[in-house]
């Protein structure tokens, strides 16, 4: 079986699926067969999940849309009230097994969560405890904004209180007017006690392959080598 990475954002809209493709190329760059995950997609447009269509096209290997992304929803909703308005019910269980497909068949699974790390998936369950079924090293993508510094922090606590490995963050300057943005960035890189693995710079295209090129993937060797 292949390693796996579970990319999260402390928020929505703060560009998982870009640095989850930008790990994919970066991967892919040493050699391996990579695959890209988004379990849950909510919001689609002209009958097809962007996010979902972006990790399906970066991924080297032969894979179904259905094994990248087991649930698609229409409405760009949080997940439990999108499964709700269409009478499905999530399972982790199916998720899971589609991930252990994916992983057998690649050396790196990057997997894609959806919103925040506590984001609501059915009735009882949240985006925690998909994380704590595949139990895979995280990777936190930042937003770089005003109130940045709450909502890294508190995800990365929720992360460790769940029991998981916060292996590396990703810093994204979507705000290009923020203030202070080095001392808010050293500020994480002082308390979220993980490797940065790249800065991204404001950028309105994100080009994933450009983008990969500055992700020091080195400092997560020990989770995947």
């Not at 949240?126 to 508190?154: F, Q, S």
């Not at 006690?193 to 991204?200: A, D, E, M, Q, Y």
């Not at 295209?205 to 990969?212: F, P």
Request: contains cysteine.
């Amino acid at each position: 079986m292949g390693a796996g990475f579970f990319v999260i954002g402390t928020d929505t809209g703060i560009g998982k699926t870009t640095v989850s493709c930008a790990l994919l190329h970066a991967f892919a760059a040493q050699g391996n067969k990579v695959a890209g995950m988004k379990p849950i997609a909510a919001g689609s447009e002209n009958g097809k999940w962007p996010d979902v269509e972006l990790l399906f096209a970066t991924s080297n290997i032969s894979i179904t849309r259905q094994q990248i992304n087991p649930y698609a929803f229409d409405s760009p909703i949080s997940p439990h009230i999108a499964a709700q308005q269409t009478g499905t019910e999530i399972d982790l269980m199916i998720i899971h097994q589609a991930y252990q497909e994916l992983s057998s068949k690649a050396d790196i699974v990057i997997v894609e969560g959806a919103g925040g790390f506590l984001v609501p998936i059915n009735q009882q369950q949240t985006g925690a405890d998909l994380a704590i079924k595949l139990n895979l090293p995280m990777i936190l993508v930042v937003g770089m904004r005003l109130g940045c510094l709450n909502h890294a922090l508190l995800t990365a606590q929720a992360i460790r209180a769940a029991g998981l490995t916060l292996a590396g963050w990703v810093a994204n300057c979507i705000d290009p007017q923020m203030r202070v943005l080095e001392q808010n960035i050293a500020t994480l890189e002082q308390r979220l006690g993980c490797p940065l693995l790249s800065v991204l710079s404001f950028d309105l295209k994100m080009e994933s392959q450009k983008i990969a090129k500055s992700l020091v993937i080195s400092k997560l060797e020990k989770f995947w080598v």
